[in-house]
């Protein structure tokens, strides 16, 4: 009688004894196993199906491919650490990472539920990517400032405003303080906006505008399109003299992303990051994939600035989340801290300057700053200037008041009382926090 082969060999891939090294590359997943499966079988799964293994023995495996294995080798509270070695992956390549990391796994039917907390990336990955142009120093290096907030404006109704009225929109926001105007994530080309009238009609303005009034104005110009276009696109902003694009880099996707970076290095230009449709994949808190991860390669991949939350607006961003993800785009070493994050060294790449945006107004513009504690941000407001009685041009002058106020330390109220423009907006929103 012949002996029956094993066919399952899920638990070869756990070992709570291994102690990393140092050029393992370390995931952070929350999982919960289906009914009838252990947490061993599924935290076997997962290391398996993301690295070397399949469903059944394999009879082209050898002792080389073997040794390759990824590892889950600490289980805490369905929490499974997994240390995968370095040949495992390509140098510059997030894509390969997404698609072993994040890729079957998700599908398996064993796991009822799963999430992707962090990726801890070992020096020679991180060191193979570009990391940012500027990030926060271009605070110093655009518009010649000693310090933050850059402040920016999206002009509202989104989509459905003409070239002119965009553009006459732009005039008043930056004459009224504002630093730069941001296209919103869903204006592109369309007839009633083309991008190549509206970046030649913004650089003239542009120009006017800074000749009047003595300082340094830019814009966050959507290129978002198929990737040859967008390099086509950024090009055509480059040449009206602008230092920055924005790109939403979830829906172009990673490779997009990349190449853009490789773009905006070639050119000295920063890159604004919007990240439309995150939210699929990051808002549940027991499946998908964390706006932290997302942000860590967006950090990796050289975005400039990146939408990270503002705990106090429209959008959805706990306080907790907001913070880790500060101090990991503007730091150069991140400590672990357990369940949580994974220890980061970003190994000299430059800062990721957050953008807080999203239903703010000049009412919560100080509890913001005081939840940030820094003013090496971004801070976005659409609505906010917009809504404002007496129109853009007084909502960029309350905002600009705002954040002076938090600067002086004195309240709202106070400043108020000698800014006209702050205190109408005061009387408009107060203190709303919107949903
Ligand atoms: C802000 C905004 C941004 C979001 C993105 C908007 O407008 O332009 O897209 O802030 O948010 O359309 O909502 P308002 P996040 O100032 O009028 O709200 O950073 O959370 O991805
Ligand atoms: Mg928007």
């Not at 390509?90 to 072993?100: D, L, R």
């Not at 105007?181 to 120009?207: H, M, P, Y």
């Not at 709202?412 to 005061?426: F, P």
Request: charged share 25%.
């Amino acid at each position: 009688m012949t002996e029956k082969k094993k066919i399952e060999w899920y638990h070869e891939f756990i070992d709570l004894n291994y102690q990393p090294k140092k050029n393992d590359l370390i995931a952070l997943f929350y999982y919960e196993p289906s009914k009838g499966l252990t947490k061993e079988d599924v935290i076997g799964r997962v290391a398996s199906e993301s690295s070397i293994g399949t469903w059944t023995t394999l009879e082209t495996l050898d002792d080389r491919i073997y040794g390759m294995k990824a590892l889950s080798f600490w289980d805490q509270n369905n929490l499974v650490k997994i240390a995968y070695p370095l040949e495992l992956w390509e140098m510059n390549n997030v894509p390969q990472i997404m698609s072993g990391v994040a890729g079957n796994v998700f599908g398996m039917k064993a796991v009822k539920n799963l999430r992707l907390l962090d990726i801890s990336l070992p020096e020679e990955l991180v060191k193979s990517f570009n990391g940012p142009n500027m990030g926060t120093e271009a605070i110093k290096k655009v518009f010649k400032l000693d310090n933050g907030p850059i402040l920016s404006c999206v002009p509202k109704p989104k989509i459905g405003m003409t070239t002119e009225q965009h553009i006459q929109v732009a005039i008043d926001a930056w004459s009224g303080g504002i630093h730069c105007i941001k296209d919103d994530e869903n204006l592109t080309s369309q007839t009633f906006n083309k991008f190549e009238s509206r970046v030649e009609g913004l650089a003239k303005a542009r120009d006017k505008v800074e000749n009047e009034i003595g300082e340094i104005r830019d814009a966050y110009i959507n290129v978002t399109a198929e990737t040859k276009e967008m390099e086509r696109r950024v090009n055509l902003i480059h040449d009206n003299g602008f230092r920055y694009f924005m790109v939403d880099v979830v829906t172009t996707g990673f490779s997009a992303v990349q190449t853009m970076s490789d773009v905006a290095k070639d050119l000295d230009m920063a890159i604004h990051a919007h990240r439309a449709m995150h939210a699929t994949f990051t808002k549940h808190t027991t499946h998908g994939i964390s706006m932290y991860l997302l942000a860590k390669l967006m950090r990796l991949i050289g975005m400039d600035n990146l939408h990270i939350g503002t705990v106090v607006g429209k959008l959805d961003s706990p306080k907790q989340d907001v913070l880790d993800m500060r101090d990991l785009l503007l730091n150069n070493e991140i400590g672990e801290i357990e369940g949580r994050v994974l220890s980061q060294k970003w190994e000299n790449h430059k800062t990721t300057m957050p953008i807080a945006s999203g239903g703010l107004h000049p009412g919560v513009l100080p509890e913001l700053l005081d939840h940030y504690r820094t003013t090496d941000i971004g801070i976005q407001v659409g609505g906010g200037i917009h809504g404002h009685p007496n129109g853009t041009n007084a909502g960029a002058k309350a905002t600009v008041a705002a954040i002076e106020a938090w600067k002086e330390g004195i309240s709202l109220e106070e400043k108020a009382e000698t800014h006209l423009e702050l205190d109408q907006a005061l009387k408009r929103w107060g203190y709303l926090k919107p949903v």
